[in-house]
């Protein structure tokens, strides 16, 4: 694998910044991972059952 | 109740069809509040009834995801006021939640980050995620927990400071024992996953 990440823009002055920012970007990946792994899950049926439902309670439910 | 005429058979398949497509994010945003997947899901799935049900005020062509949210959380909120047992389930149910998501593929710092979340008082946890996960913009947000943009803002950068303190320091139980390199494993499971851009 080839990682050219080299972080140009870090500077000796400003490592302080940039490795808050980095450890706040690190923080940021893993909300979103997290997040997205239940958004990924398949929809378990009883929820489609409630929509389902709700058609049938409607005249005949025809789509 | 906003009292409006009910929609043509057109308009509520477009909104039933948009209704599906958000589950996903509805049971991911449920299951940050809840800790538990179970009930989360049970949140979910009323917020859902409630939505249908209220499909007539729902303006067609606004964010509907912001609206379904907003429904949920108030849902959330109305459950915990009367639910007196809550405080002593979050133990309970942060380790159910750990068990839930044992999955194999999923790295350890997902889990630690979980229990991280799941310490941060419950309005600073639901502005990072509307905004740090769930894509909102502060606006969106504070719609959605009906309070001032720049509360939105204050929140979400105390609880960003608190996560990284909380995974830094380790100041987490976790079987009793603190884990103290978390943040690392964060960092270098994030590094892996962003890649190079």
């Given at each position: 694998?080839?990682?050219?990440?080299?972080?140009?823009?870090?500077?000796?002055?400003?490592?302080?910044?940039?490795?808050?920012?980095?450890?706040?970007?690190?923080?940021?990946?893993?909300?979103?991972?997290?997040?997205d792994e239940v958004i990924s899950e398949?929809?378990?049926?009883?929820?489609?059952?409630?929509?389902?439902?709700?058609?049938?309670?409607?005249?005949?439910?025809?789509? | 109740m906003p009292n409006r005429e009910p929609l043509d058979p057109a308009s509520e398949a477009i909104f039933k069809r948009e209704?599906?497509?958000?589950?996903?994010?509805?049971?991911?945003?449920?299951?940050?509040?809840?800790?538990?997947?179970?009930?989360?899901?049970?949140?979910?799935?009323?917020?859902?009834?409630?939505?249908?049900?209220?499909?007539?005020?729902?303006?067609?062509?606004?964010?509907m995801k912001a609206w379904t949210f907003m429904i949920l959380r108030n849902q959330f909120y109305s459950e915990?006021?009367?639910?007196?047992?809550?405080?002593?389930?979050?133990?309970?149910?942060?380790?159910?939640?750990?068990?839930?998501?044992?999955?194999p593929e999923s790295p350890v710092a997902l889990d630690?980050?979980?229990?991280?979340?799941?310490?941060?008082?419950?309005?600073?946890?639901?502005?990072?995620i509307l905004v740090g996960a769930g894509g909102f913009a502060y606006e969106e947000a504070a719609d959605i927990c009906g309070c001032a943009v720049g509360t939105v803002k204050s929140r979400v950068s105390r609880a960003r400071r608190a996560l990284q303190g909380i995974l830094e320091q380790g100041a987490y139980d976790r079987d009793g024992a603190p884990a103290g390199d978390a943040m690392s494993a964060i960092l270098a499971d994030a590094e892996r996953l962003s890649g190079p851009r």
């Amino acid at each position: 694998m080839i990682d050219q990440n080299d972080r140009p823009l870090r500077r000796a002055s400003s490592s302080d910044v940039s490795e808050a920012r980095l450890r706040q970007q690190a923080i940021g990946v893993k909300l979103r991972q997290m997040f997205d792994e239940v958004i990924s899950e398949p929809v378990p049926e009883e929820f489609l059952d409630i929509l389902r439902r709700a058609d049938s309670q409607r005249s005949g439910g025809e789509d | 109740m906003p009292n409006r005429e009910p929609l043509d058979p057109a308009s509520e398949a477009i909104f039933k069809r948009e209704l599906v497509g958000l589950i996903p994010h509805l049971r991911a945003f449920a299951r940050t509040l809840c800790g538990d997947a179970t009930a989360a899901d049970d949140l979910a799935q009323d917020a859902i009834m409630k939505a249908w049900d209220a499909r007539a005020s729902f303006q067609i062509g606004t964010n509907m995801k912001a609206w379904t949210f907003m429904i949920l959380r108030n849902q959330f909120y109305s459950e915990k006021r009367r639910s007196w047992r809550q405080s002593q389930l979050d133990q309970e149910a942060a380790e159910r939640t750990l068990i839930a998501v044992d999955d194999p593929e999923s790295p350890v710092a997902l889990d630690e980050m979980r229990l991280a979340l799941g310490m941060l008082p419950p309005e600073q946890r639901e502005a990072l995620i509307l905004v740090g996960a769930g894509g909102f913009a502060y606006e969106e947000a504070a719609d959605i927990c009906g309070c001032a943009v720049g509360t939105v803002k204050s929140r979400v950068s105390r609880a960003r400071r608190a996560l990284q303190g909380i995974l830094e320091q380790g100041a987490y139980d976790r079987d009793g024992a603190p884990a103290g390199d978390a943040m690392s494993a964060i960092l270098a499971d994030a590094e892996r996953l962003s890649g190079p851009r």
